[in-house]
Structure formats: structure tokens, C-alpha cells
């Protein structure tokens, strides 16, 4: 069984640019959630989409942005890049879950972006 | 507010050596999960273990343990006799099941583990 899918893996932006990246969750997976990785600040909750529709967002500013396709594909978006928007971007995947339930997220290998 | 605590940051053991990474959590809530992931260079966080706040059975895994005490809010994990393909870094992890709590893990600080030979 396939796991999480990210891509690209690795890439470099201009401040000023924007950034598509994308994720393909486990296959029958619905929930896909999004997280940032920096030195700094560690491992912070950007969202949380489910058929379609964003359920959850972190305290992130309006330049990041997502959406889920109807085969629970999921792209994330920054626009006008920051220098400190350089991190690890990474995707989970998880079975149907309800507001309550502690199913298990599984996480991809994550899309390294550098903005110089 | 949720609150993970991993009060290592850094551990460095000799190969076949045992060791301890702490986890205190903090909620709220009084049905939560809690996770153990660990992340290679390569980024990937791997799944290790999950576990329900009304669970506080023990679990044994191969080389890994966890102990999970409600009463001190701790989910530590051991590595008995360690191996170099143990060096990682290993987070802890909390989810809610009230709220917000739709995708959201809060996770720890996280604590590199090196395994020298």
C-alpha cells in the first residue's frame, strides 16, 4: 500500500513568489492535514481538509492557503513567499476520522522549500 | 491549550546501551491520544506508536517500550539495547478529541537521539 505522497520534494522560490505543493494521501484515506517544520518553531498545524472542505486551520496568515481535490488530493499555497516561510512542508493522511477520533496520521516524506 | 514537553533535547548513547526519551503532556480534555513518530534525515515522520487516554496498558514492540502514566501525564518510550539505525529524531505527539481537533497534533520539541557504534 502506497504511503503519503508529496511533491516536489525538494525546490527553491524568490521572495516575492508563490508556491504550489502538493499531496496524495494513502489510498481511502479522506483527511489530509498540513504542517510546517522550522528550527525554530518545530512542528506547527497549518490545516485540515476533509471531502473537500477545510474542517481546521492553524494560526497561520492568509498567504497560506489549501484545498482538496474530489480523489482527497490535497494542494497547499503560499503566496508573496518570506524568507521565513523556508521550512519543511509536511502532509498527513488519515481514514475517515470524527471530531473525537484518535485515528493514526501517517505523514509523508515532506517538501523541503528554501526562499532566498 | 494543548502542550507537549519533551525535556531532552539531545541524547547520545553507545550502541546496545537502553535509553528513555521523556513526553509530559498537558489537556484539558479527558479523551486524548498520543503519539510517538520518528524522523530520519531523509524527513518522513514514521509512526511509531498511538495510544488512548483510557488505555494505560503498557506496550512492548520488538526494542520499544511505552509507559504511559495518566497521573503524571507522561508517555515515555525506551529503546532497549539501541542500535545506530536508531539515531533519529523522535517526537511526541497530542491530539484532542474535543474542539478543534480535526487533523491537529501538538507536538513536542522533539528529541535528537545519536547511537554511536
Known amino acids: 500500500k502506497a504511503g503519503v505522497t508529496q511533491t516536489p520534494r525538494y525546490l527553491i522560490k524568490t521572495r516575492g513568489q508563490q508556491v504550489t505543493l502538493s499531496c496524495s494521501p494513502i489510498?481511502?484515506?479522506?483527511?489530509v492535514s498540513w504542517y510546517q517544520q522550522t528550527p525554530g518553531q518545530g512542528l506547527q498545524f497549518l490545516f485540515e481538509?476533509?471531502?473537500?472542505?477545510?474542517?481546521n486551520k492553524g494560526n497561520f496568515p492568509g498567504r497560506f492557503s489549501g484545498r482538496q481535490f474530489s480523489n482527497s488530493r490535497s494542494e497547499m499555497n503560499v503566496s508573496t513567499l518570506e524568507l521565513g516561510d523556508s521550512a519543511l512542508y509536511l502532509c498527513a493522511s488519515s481514514s475517515n476520522p470524527t471530531m473525537g477520533s484518535g485515528n493514526t496520521i501517517y505523514f509523508g516524506e515532506g517538501s523541503w522549500l528554501t526562499v532566498v | 491549550a494543548q502542550k507537549v514537553t519533551q525535556a531532552q533535547t539531545e541524547i547520545s548513547v553507545v550502541e546496545k546501551e537502553d535509553v528513555t526519551l521523556d513526553c509530559v503532556y498537558e489537556t484539558r480534555d479527558t479523551t486524548y491520544y498520543l503519539f510517538w513518530y520518528k524522523q530520519p534525515p531523509s524527513g518522513e515522520l514514521v509512526f511509531l506508536i498511538r495510544r488512548n487516554s483510557f488505555d494505560e496498558q503498557n506496550e512492548i514492540s520488538g526494542r520499544y517500550s511505552w509507559n504511559f502514566q495518566k497521573s503524571t501525564s507522561s508517555f515515555n518510550f525506551t529503546i532497549t539495547a539501541s542500535q545506530v539505525v536508531d539515531s533519529a529524531v523522535y517526537f511526541c505527539a497530542l491530539k484532542d478529541a474535543g474542539g478543534t481537533s480535526y487533523g491537529k497534533l501538538t507536538f513536542g520539541q522533539g528529541t535528537i537521539l545519536t547511537v554511536h557504534p
Open positions: 481538509y476533509f471531502s473537500e472542505t477545510q474542517r
Open positions: 489510498s481511502g484515506h479522506r483527511s
